[in-house]
């Protein structure tokens, strides 16, 4: 079975533009989370999608927005890019919400200039 | 509100030797506790979780962890580590299913793990 993959796995942008990430779970996966790594603030939760609903979200402004599609894919989009959104942003994939066990993809590596 | 304390933000040891890498954490509900490990430019693999049963733990690479409830700690053991295991360990939680809470891992902040010669 093949694992969770994201794509792009890197990515440069400059301030004040926005970038979407696409994220596809494992086959049969319907719930999909997303989060932040940064060395000042480690790995932090930004949202969960499970049956195209936004099912929690973190504590990010509302430039981070996600969504998900009837297959379960997902994508995230950051509008007015900071330089502070640079950072790994990693999906996990799930069976279903609350299913405990999540499995993480590769991440894809945004730089901002 | 769930939170992660790693209490060693790195820990050297030589090759075959113990290690030991200590989690608590703080919770109002029930958890579900993991420990997943993360080698360069890499993403988070799983090495172990508890969800329930028997509070001692067998994961992959050899790794073994103890939820201990009264002390509200799931310390990571390996009993002869190898150059190999060279990477940074994150232990998380996220809420039982049955609390509402969803899929949302809280880390902690993470061991960085140096085995040398």
């Known amino acids: 079975k093949a694992g969770v993959t994201q794509t792009p796995r890197y990515l440069i942008k400059t301030r004040g533009q926005q970038v979407t990430l696409s994220c596809s779970p494992i086959?049969?996966?319907?719930?999909v989370s997303w989060y932040q790594q940064t060395p000042g603030q480690g790995l932090q939760f930004l949202f969960e999608y499970f049956s195209e609903t936004q099912r929690n979200k973190g504590n990010f402004p509302g430039r981070f927005s996600g969504r998900q599609f009837s297959n379960s894919r997902s994508e995230m989009n950051v509008s007015t890019l900071e330089l502070g959104d640079s950072a790994l942003y990693l999906c996990?994939?799930?069976?279903?919400?609350?299913?405990?066990?999540?499995?993480f993809g590769p991440g894809t590596r945004l730089t901002v200039l | 509100a769930q939170s992660v304390t790693q209490l060693d933000s790195q820990v050297p040891v030589f090759e075959e030797a113990p290690v030991e890498l200590r989690c608590n954490y703080s919770s109002s509900v029930s958890v579900y506790l993991f420990w997943y490990v993360q080698y360069p430019n890499q993403g988070l693999q799983l090495l172990l979780k508890?969800?329930?049963?028997?509070?001692l733990v067998k994961g992959i690479n050899g790794f073994e962890a103890e939820f201990n409830k009264s002390q509200t700690s799931f310390h990571l053991r390996k009993p002869s580590v190898h150059i190999s295991d060279t990477a940074e360990y994150f232990c998380a939680v996220t809420p039982l299913a049955d609390t509402g809470g969803g899929n949302k891992l809280t880390f902690g902040t993470g061991t960085q793990l140096k085995v040398e010669l």
């Open positions: 996990a994939s799930s069976l279903f919400s609350g299913a405990g066990e999540q499995f």
């Open positions: 508890y969800l329930s049963g028997s509070t």
């Open positions: 086959s049969g996966h319907r719930s």
